[in-house]
């Protein structure tokens, strides 16, 4: 159920300005990669480049198949789910109607019953706000939402920018609890993550990237004895 | 005859046809973000061809049906070729591109079917009914319930299925809509053909009253911008009561305000747009946004 990601030699561009060079990257099934980097060091446009939105160059395989020329919701369906940076939840949309438009992913693969009561179960909080409008829950509930609408997809991998931005340390516990969840469940997922010590605490392998390129890679163990890494690349702060 | 109920009665019923195109141009902006200068040609050619399947034989239901239908795809095929490679264009570009759409179709609606007006026989005769000391026509009967049922199909198509879900996400979050699986230029598209339904219900049940000329609905889509500029291009609902406001404002400033009459009647939506985009940037009715102070 859970799929292979692989990136060769991907470049991505915003307009005409070039923002990541020569990407190589392998999430194996059921894996925990983590992107740890600075602010503008390219988490988010590597996410967008296997997205789909932004423009890229490179091959992209999920499952072996390319995915490089192909467009945003065509990924969606073939089994990629996102949690966008900022949450990503439809304004106006009751907290349903936003888990029925994560639906939408999974219906082409006639995966059967939809997963609403899974994300319930992993977020009873949503469970009582059902009819209430997206924007007006407060920031972790829609982090929970944005997670919920990606799984009710039925990602075979899940990408993840940010899931710990501007949420308290006890959202942040839960949201990480929940994650940690569904990857004990053998669900593949590529985070790309500011909080060294969540980026570390959850890897199989962790991508440290710079500048748009990769500085640094290996498992959690290896990369937390590099004093080198962490100074330049995560601002020193401990794992 | 109650003059002043029969004033608003009349406005009342033009002011349905003008929120429906108001509507149109509602669905289409909450969709592409796009003022669609075109629309209200879209009505006008939605109408010749209503016009055209009945001198082919086809009933006035017969023909109001296939023209709705033709004139959704005609909406989603113009979306598709004109309007989405310009998409990610500025502002200014689109606009100039809606409004040689309008010209397009101007001068295309002549080359066909030629610049004299042409009269559609409506199926009501010449019935009426009073009622209340207000004459009601068969016409006029028809066209509320036509332009009833028009809005409230599109209602539930916005708020009852798939694809109304897929246009109201898809107009709120385009990225986030598209890592759902939402196909967003199809959804758009989509979006621009209800449009180009809506105006042909109104363009088609108000041409046996209006007549159809090349222009027949260029004071309407003006009319149709002073409503959705009044109930907000955000809103379907506003954009259906601006409609209804305009309608029945400009029949009695027609009617009752001195020196107005029929021939400055279309100077009352322009004070209204200019009025309320000068109060408020979003409309009177939209819920979401901020109000300018």
Request: glycine residues 12%; proline residues 4%; charged residues 15%.
């Amino acid at each position: 159920m859970t799929a292979e990601l692989r990136l060769t030699a991907v470049n991505a561009w915003y307009g005409k300005v070039q923002a990541l060079w020569n990407i190589d990257l392998h999430v194996r099934p059921g894996q925990v990669v983590t992107l740890l980097g600075p602010n503008g060091a390219g988490k988010t446009t590597l996410r967008r480049a296997i997205n789909g939105t932004v423009r890229r160059q490179g091959s992209i395989l999920l499952d072996g198949r390319p995915i490089d020329t192909a467009r945003p919701h065509t990924i969606a369906r073939a089994g990629i789910g996102t949690v966008p940076q900022d949450r990503g939840t439809i304004p106006g949309l009751t907290v349903a109607e936003n888990l029925r438009v994560g639906a939408i992913a999974a219906r082409k693969r006639r995966s059967g019953d939809d997963r609403l009561d899974e994300v319930l179960t992993l977020f009873p909080d949503l469970a009582g706000m059902l009819d209430r409008p997206a924007q007006l829950l407060s920031g972790g509930q829609q982090q929970m939402l944005a997670i919920g609408r990606a799984l009710i997809g039925r990602p075979r991998l899940l990408l993840l920018d940010e899931p710990s931005q501007g949420l308290a340390p006890i959202v942040v516990d839960t949201i990480f609890t929940a994650l940690k969840t569904l990857a004990t469940d053998g669900l593949g997922m590529l985070i790309a993550e500011q909080n060294t010590r969540l980026g570390f605490a959850i890897a199989d392998e962790v991508i440290v990237l710079g500048s748009g390129v990769i500085r640094a890679r290996g498992t959690a163990a290896e990369l937390a004895d590099s004093p080198d890494i962490q100074a330049i690349y995560l601002g020193g702060g401990a794992p | 005859m109650n003059t002043l109920m029969q004033t608003v009665v009349t406005g009342a019923v033009s002011g349905l046809v003008i929120g429906g195109l108001a509507l149109a141009l509602a669905v289409v902006y909450q969709g592409s973000g796009i003022l669609n200068f075109a629309q209200g040609q879209f009505a006008t050619v939605s109408a010749y061809l209503s016009w055209q399947l009945t001198t082919w034989g086809l009933p006035f239901w017969g023909a109001l049906v296939v023209s709705t239908v033709v004139s959704f795809l005609l909406g989603f095929a113009v979306q598709q070729i004109f309007i989405r490679p310009v998409q990610r264009a500025d502002e200014l570009s689109i606009l100039i591109v809606t409004v040689s759409l309008l010209l397009i179709a101007d001068s295309l609606i002549g080359s066909i079917w030629g610049f004299l007006p042409k009269s559609l026989a409506g199926p009501f005769g010449e019935a009426a009914y009073t009622i209340a000391d207000v004459v009601f026509t068969a016409q006029m009967l028809a066209q509320v319930v036509l332009l009833v049922i028009a809005i409230a199909a599109v209602t539930i198509l916005f708020r009852k299925t798939s694809i109304g879900l897929r246009m109201r996400a898809a107009a709120a979050a385009p990225e986030s809509s598209q890592l759902s699986g939402i196909n967003l230029a199809a959804t758009l598209a989509i979006g621009w053909g209800v449009a180009a339904a809506i105006g042909a219900v109104a363009g088609t049940v108000s041409a046996p009253v209006t007549g159809l000329s090349p222009d027949v609905n260029s004071s309407t889509l003006l009319l149709g911008f002073a409503a959705a500029a009044l109930g907000g291009f955000h809103s379907r609902a506003g954009a259906v009561a601006g409609g209804l406001i305009v309608g029945i404002g400009t029949a009695l400033a027609g009617a009752y305000l001195p020196g107005v009459g029929d021939d400055l009647r279309l100077m009352i939506p322009l004070l209204l747009i200019v009025l309320t985009l000068s109060v408020t940037r979003e409309g009177v009715f939209t819920r979401r946004g901020t109000v300018r102070v």
